[in-house]
T-cell receptor
């Protein structure tokens, strides 16, 4: 039973437009949420995170929003660039562990 | 610069063989993790270790065991490899405690094929 879910396996957007990636979780004990980016043949790299005491965190073109009541978070990329094309994983942590979603493959078209 | 290394990038083993996957981190991190990545399933947690000689089962521990004798090294063991263990295996580490973020650092992965 997956505790972190990314229901969209893929997303395609035009360069310069906004990319919105979504993530839902079921475990109310999760108190920290992260987004990772993964290129083929490489390990995931950390992108941005948010604590459960916040509802928004921004870092350059990347913003993560957290809606605790809905157990939902999203990653916004504005403006999207072709180099953003990768698989994006949502992750959630409670104390010592970390759980990941299935990933969303983002393709940004020039 | 942070570094997590895995002993092999590609590995081919036969059914029934004992397989060792090694992971080493140079950041003095307390926590270490083993995941497997499969299409459509994302990263699934196999085992994690929050300190030397300590381990906890993740979501899919069956068929695997782990060893953490030294802080920097976390080994994943497949006692008797089976074809359904063909996968990409990813190791990660993370600092634990106040003032540290929850960010994990990943190794490059080991693509294991069991024939």
């Amino acid at each position: 039973d997956q505790q972190v879910k990314q229901n969209s396996p893929s997303l395609s957007v035009q360069e310069g437009r906004i990319s919105i990636l979504n993530c839902d979780y079921t475990n109310s004990m999760f108190d920290y949420f992260l987004w990772y980016k993964k290129y083929p043949a490489e390990g995931p790299t950390f992108l941005i995170s948010i604590s459960s005491i916040k509802d928004k965190n921004e870092d350059g073109r990347f913003t993560v929003f957290l809606n605790k009541s809905a157990k939902h978070l999203s990653l916004h990329i504005v403006p999207s660039q072709p180099g953003d094309s990768a698989v994006y994983f949502c992750a959630a942590s409670a104390r010592r562990d970390m759980r990941f979603g299935a990933g969303t493959r983002l393709t940004v078209k020039p | 610069d942070v570094k997590v290394t895995q002993s092999s990038r590609y590995l081919v083993k036969r059914t029934g063989e004992k397989v060792f996957l090694e992971c080493v981190q140079d950041m003095d991190h307390e926590n270490m993790f083993w995941y497997r990545q499969d299409p459509g399933l994302g990263l699934r947690l196999i085992y994690f270790s929050y300190d030397v000689k300590m381990k906890e089962k993740g979501d899919i521990p069956e068929g695997y065991s782990v060893s953490r004798e030294k802080k920097e090294r976390f080994s994943l063991i497949l006692e008797s490899a089976s074809t359904n263990q063909t996968s990409m295996y990813l190791c990660a580490s993370r600092a634990q405690g106040r003032g540290h973020s929850y960010e994990q650092y990943f190794g490059p992965g080991t693509r294991l094929t069991v024939t």
